[in-house]
């Protein structure tokens, strides 16, 4: 198939996502019915399973996703971040206590190699993932069981997202009534307006800022840096690029939200989404049914785990357990389901441009930052320690 409809197939499954999730007020996800939907006309035959392949959507991906993660550390000033500590104590918990039940219910029930299939892809994406399969493969594993690491990752969402949607919206509107959102948001302005007052090492001029080519050249050149330095560093680009752009913006060396200053921001999110669609459209059905019930078994006991792990951790923090445990489920979906599904619940909650401002200062940095602690480097632990026990 011809790359521009390939591409135009898939984004049409995407924009269906966002109409529905507009529609029904963030109440049903957009990545969910995107992924649902791209599945089931692959299957009947309607698209072909090579459409995400065709599209190049892939190949954006492979070369925007340092840059991305570069853009993404733009988003939270570093002194957010140190302010976040919460989020990856519980981000932590969630992932501990999930890998811990796997072990105790779903090894004795399905094998150990079972309980290695799930526990690393199911607290992370497509990293993790790989290094499970790869050791399983190398291990001999039957196909049933490597087959597992996918279908945990395609279908971990299906349970997380509304749950996360609903505990979100549900914080949400409690701040919005109670009227401590205002309050929280006259803090963030005068917090902002301090950090205007001081002086970053480096002060970009204002042409370059706005300059929409400077600023794709700057963020690709973070992406290059980043895949540059994980060769002798052995850390994973992803984080790197990540620390890299909260560093370049905390010392005035990027601005923020640089992708979107640079209007690439759209095509980079197409690429991400691909990438989370890809699995889905490539199983095969009976891949899905040999798999079924470990791949069912492990999604509640570990997403049981991970609620569980993240309401103990957020009680004993003290923080309100609808934002907590939001966190904690951030690992079974990562970025950018954290991103969009935070974005969509301050659109359906606020009643306008301010609160949903408001909204997002306040939830947006804990989701990231959760998300980024058990995805990008988490889960990459957990399925390194596990495969190697194999």
Do not use: C
């Not at 992932?95 to 090894?107: N, P």
């Not at 929280?184 to 005068?190: D, F, K, T, V």
């Not at 209007?263 to 199983?283: E, K, R």
Request: avoid cysteine.
């Amino acid at each position: 198939m011809e790359a521009i409809y390939a591409a135009a197939i898939v984004l049409a499954f995407i924009a269906v996502g966002e109409l529905v999730s507009i529609w029904s007020k963030a109440r049903i996800p957009s990545l969910l019915i995107a992924m649902l939907g791209i599945f089931v006309f692959a299957k009947i035959g309607v698209v072909p399973e090579t459409v995400i392949d065709d599209s190049l959507l892939l190949q954006a991906y492979t070369f925007l996703v340092a840059p991305l993660l570069f853009h993404m550390g733009s988003l939270i000033p570093l002194r957010v971040m140190l302010k976040q500590w919460r989020s990856v104590i519980i981000a932590v918990s969630g992932m501990l206590v999930a890998v811990l039940l796997i072990l105790a219910i779903v090894a004795p029930l399905f094998g150990f190699e079972t309980f290695v299939a799930g526990s690393g892809p199911l607290s992370g994406g497509i990293v993790a993932t790989s290094l499970t399969t790869e050791g399983l493969t190398a291990h001999g594993a039957a196909s049933s069981i490597i087959v597992l690491p996918a279908l945990v990752l395609m279908l971990q969402s299906l349970p997380s997202m509304p749950l996360t949607n609903f505990l979100l919206r549900r914080y949400a509107t409690t701040l919005r009534d109670s009227g401590e959102l205002h309050e929280l948001a006259q803090a963030h302005h005068e917090e902002e307006e301090a950090a205007a007052q001081k002086k970053k090492l480096v002060t970009l001029p204002g042409f370059l800022v706005d300059n929409q080519l400077f600023m794709l050249f700057l963020i690709l050149v973070g992406g290059s840096l980043a895949t540059l330095l994980a060769v002798p560093t052995h850390i994973p680009s992803s984080i790197l690029a990540l620390i890299l752009g909260i560093l370049a913006t905390a010392v005035g060396l990027s601005p923020d939200r640089a992708m979107e200053r640079s209007n690439s921001f759209g095509i980079a999110m197409a690429g991400v989404i691909a990438i989370v669609m890809a699995p889905l459209v490539t199983a095969s059905v009976q891949d899905v049914i040999n798999a079924f019930i470990p791949t069912v078994t492990i999604l509640i006991v570990g997403g049981a785990g991970i609620v569980l792990g993240g309401f103990v951790a957020t009680k004993l923090l003290r923080w309100k357990s609808g934002l907590g445990m939001s966190v904690a489920l951030t690992a079974m979906y990562g970025f950018p389901a954290d991103y969009l599904l935070t974005n969509e619940v301050a659109r359906s909650i606020a009643r306008d441009e301010d609160e949903k401002e408001a909204l997002l200062n306040v939830m947006l940095p804990p989701m990231l930052v959760g998300g980024f602690t058990s995805v990008s480097a988490g889960s990459v632990v957990i399925a390194s320690v596990l495969v190697s026990l194999l």
